[in-house]
C-alpha cells in the first residue's frame, strides 16, 4: 500500500524557519517524481515546489522561490522541504504528493502537516 | 501567477448531472493534454478523480468524466450521489514546468 507522511509542521515565528518532511512506503521511491502542495485554511490548493527522481532537478512557486528548498534522500525514502523567512502567507497545511512522470497527475497525497506562522 | 479560474460553487440533486469548468491560458489547459481533477472532503487529503484530461484512476467510478475545450476544461459528474459532496479542483501542468491549480468549486448535493 502506497503511504506518504507527513511531519515537521508546528508554530513558527515569522522570519523563522522550518523543515519538513516526507516518508514514503508502498513504492519505489527513487523512481518517483515528489511535489508539495500547500492549502492555507478554509483556501484552496496551491502547487509549492517539485523535484525529480534522482533530486537533479526542482522547480518553484515564484511565491517561495528563494525560500524554500525542496530535496530527497532515496536512501531513508524521504522527500523534505527546508522553508526559510517565514511569514503569515505560508499558514497552511503541507500535503506531498508523487507523480511518476513530469507532467503526471499527482496519484497519492499524504495527510498533510499544518504550519502556522505567528507571533 | 493567478489560479486557473472555476466557479466557486455549483449544486444539484441526486440522480442529476453536474459540470464544473476549469478555464486557464493556452500556456497551460490549452496548450497540454496533462489537465487532472481532484476531490477533497472535509479535513481530508485531495484525491484524484481524473487526469490526462479524460481518464480515470482505478477505482473512480464512471459517473466522473472529463473533457476540454479550448482553454476550458470540464468535470462533469452524472448521478450525484451525496458522498459527491465536497470540493474540486482541476490542475494544469504548464509550459514552465510548474502546476498550476484551479481556485476550487464546491459541490453541493442538495
Known amino acids: 500500500e502506497v503511504q506518504l507522511m507527513e511531519s515537521g509542521g508546528g508554530l513558527v515565528q515569522p522570519g523563522g524557519s522550518l523543515r519538513l518532511s516526507c516518508v514514503a512506503s508502498?513504492?519505489?521511491?527513487?523512481?518517483?517524481?515528489m511535489h508539495w502542495v500547500r492549502q492555507a485554511p478554509g483556501k484552496g490548493l496551491v502547487w509549492v515546489a517539485r523535484?525529480?527522481?534522482?533530486?537533479?532537478?526542482?522547480s518553484y512557486a515564484d511565491s517561495v522561490k528563494g525560500r524554500f528548498t525542496i530535496s530527497r534522500d532515496n536512501a531513508k525514502n524521504t522527500l523534505y522541504l527546508n522553508m526559510n523567512s517565514l511569514t503569515a502567507g505560508d499558514t497552511a497545511v503541507y500535503y506531498c504528493?508523487?507523480?511518476?512522470?513530469?507532467?503526471?497527475?499527482?496519484?497519492?497525497w499524504g495527510q498533510g502537516t499544518l504550519l502556522t506562522v505567528s507571533s | 501567477q493567478s489560479a486557473l479560474t472555476q466557479p466557486r460553487s455549483v449544486s444539484g440533486s441526486p440522480g442529476q448531472s453536474v459540470t464544473i469548468s476549469c478555464t486557464g491560458p493556452?500556456?497551460?489547459?490549452?496548450?497540454?493534454?496533462?489537465v487532472s481533477w481532484y476531490q477533497q472532503h472535509p479535513g481530508k487529503a485531495p484525491k484524484l478523480i481524473i487526469y490526462d484530461v479524460n481518464r480515470r484512476p482505478s477505482g473512480v467510478p464512471d459517473r466522473f468524466s472529463g473533457s476540454t475545450s479550448g482553454n476550458t476544461a470540464s468535470l462533469t459528474i452524472s448521478g450525484l450521489q451525496a458522498e459527491d459532496d465536497a470540493d474540486y479542483y482541476c490542475c494544469s501542468y504548464t509550459n514552465r514546468d510548474t502546476l498550476i491549480f484551479g481556485g476550487g468549486t464546491t459541490l453541493t448535493v442538495l
Open positions: 523535484i525529480n527522481s534522482d533530486g537533479s532537478s526542482t
Open positions: 504528493a508523487r507523480i511518476d512522470y513530469a507532467s503526471g497527475p499527482l496519484d497519492y
Open positions: 508502498g513504492f519505489t521511491f527513487r523512481s518517483y517524481w
Open positions: 493556452s500556456s497551460d489547459v490549452g496548450g497540454y493534454g496533462f
